[in-house]
């Protein structure tokens, strides 16, 4: 290769303006051992930059040991390419913050236009039975219907009966039946009494084959219920922070696991919810608070609620309708969200805290459009792992202009 041809490639890595197919050049360039002298003189280069600029904070120990460290691996081509993705990393002030491996990651800026679209898995939901047996559900299908011990799709296709069976004659609402969804996949399930459950991605939804004196389901993650009306038999949502009692009605909770904040919304009828706080812990809506229609309580990690007024109910139900909508969100959030349809690892550079956004997108538009659409406010931009492998997890780094 013309040495030129090298300068070009190694500058634009640099610069973070390498398209995919220049960045599988450089590999080869990084793999060839004709090539160590025209690299170590831009390392070389390079580093002498950096002790310039970007690495004032390091002591003249520190940076002769790290220098010595990069130098002493020219030997082992295999550890050109991770050499050259730290140094870019110092670049961007976080050289010490990752160790020099040849598994290293390379980056892509989203404005190359050359990343493969990074989309949901195809894992599917499972049904797991209270014996323990395990349903991988069929995606082509609406959901699942659960009655009278017999477990059917919407269409009337029968997926397991057990009507028959004398082992199980008697009243099982000890018994818990779990539907999971898995990251980036949706469900809906009629339990035993005829309500409908509709189950976001990464959800767990635990009830069992047939209710007895009492109607409860357990749910971590989020879902919209409507629940059909039994007076004598109140139907009960049960959380880690909040306990919603509902006579019938149609509400959506969200109650992820390592979320912050839990928070039931009504949309019709009424609920009443109370925190939920472990033994020792005291809450201020222990008695409970009574919904009306448009109406959200936001409970937190100290078991605290609050009640909103004016609820974007909008916001609340978009993931139902195949929407992202943003009010007023954190980037963090909205990444967290994200995380829960796409195989991503996200990692933050830069002061983000105030950083916030607003807007809808379309999941159908593909995570790329939105990535997109949210650099054009100028607040942030993105560096994505390329891959041709669809289920393969991404790394995302997210660096604050």
């Not at 049904?127 to 919407?154: R, S």
């Not at 609402?173 to 539907?179: G, H, Q, R, V």
């Not at 309708?321 to 690892?345: C, H, Q, T």
């Not at 916030?356 to 990535?371: I, T």
């Amino acid at each position: 290769m013309e040495i030129n041809r090298t300068y070009y490639l190694y500058n634009r890595y640099l610069s973070n303006k390498l398209t995919a197919a220049e960045l599988k050049e450089l590999q080869l360039v990084l793999d060839d051992p004709t090539q160590e002298e025209i690299l170590k003189s831009l390392f070389d280069k390079t580093w002498d930059d950096l002790k310039k600029d970007e690495t004032h904070y390091i002591s003249q120990s520190k940076d002769v040991e790290i220098y010595q460290h990069i130098i002493s691996q020219k030997r082992h081509k295999t550890a050109w390419l991770s050499i050259a993705a730290t140094i870019f990393l110092c670049l961007c002030g976080m050289g010490l913050f990752y160790k020099l491996s040849k598994n290293t990651p390379l980056l892509v800026s989203l404005q190359t236009g050359e990343l493969t679209d990074i989309t949901p898995r195809a894992d599917k939901p499972t049904l797991i039975l209270a014996d323990g047996k395990k349903i991988a559900l069929n995606t082509d299908k609406e959901g699942i219907i659960v009655q009278d011990k017999e477990y059917i799709y919407e269409d009337g296709t029968t997926i397991l009966n057990k009507s028959s069976d004398i082992t199980t004659n008697h009243p099982s609402s000890s018994k818990l039946n779990t539907i999971i969804t898995p990251i980036g996949s949706q469900y809906m399930v009629i339990i035993p009494d005829g309500s409908k459950v509709w189950l976001n991605s990464a959800s767990i939804l635990k009830f069992p084959e047939e209710f007895g004196d009492n109607r409860e389901v357990y749910l971590s993650g989020e879902a919209y219920f409507e629940i059909k009306k039994n007076k004598e038999k109140p139907f009960f949502v049960r959380t880690d922070k909040q306990e919603i009692a509902v006579l019938g009605t149609q509400f959506n909770v969200s109650a992820y696991n390592g979320d912050v904040h839990a928070a039931t919304t009504l949309l019709k009828g009424a609920v009443n919810v109370k925190s939920m706080p472990p033994e020792g812990k005291n809450s201020n809506f222990e008695k409970g608070m009574l919904l009306q229609p448009g109406q959200q309580v936001v409970t937190d990690n100290q078991y605290k609620s609050k009640l909103e007024t004016n609820a974007d109910t909008i916001q609340a139900m978009a993931w139902k309708e195949g929407l992202f909508v943003f009010n007023n969100e954190s980037i963090e959030d909205i990444m967290k969200s994200l995380a829960r349809w796409y195989p991503i690892d996200v990692k933050y550079q830069g002061d983000l805290k105030n950083v916030r956004f607003v807007g809808n997108y379309s999941r159908a538009k593909g995570l790329l459009n939105l990535l997109e659409n949210i650099e054009t406010t100028g607040k942030v931009h993105f560096k994505i792992e390329q891959s041709d492998d669809i289920s393969k997890e991404r790394r995302i780094l997210i660096v604050a202009n």
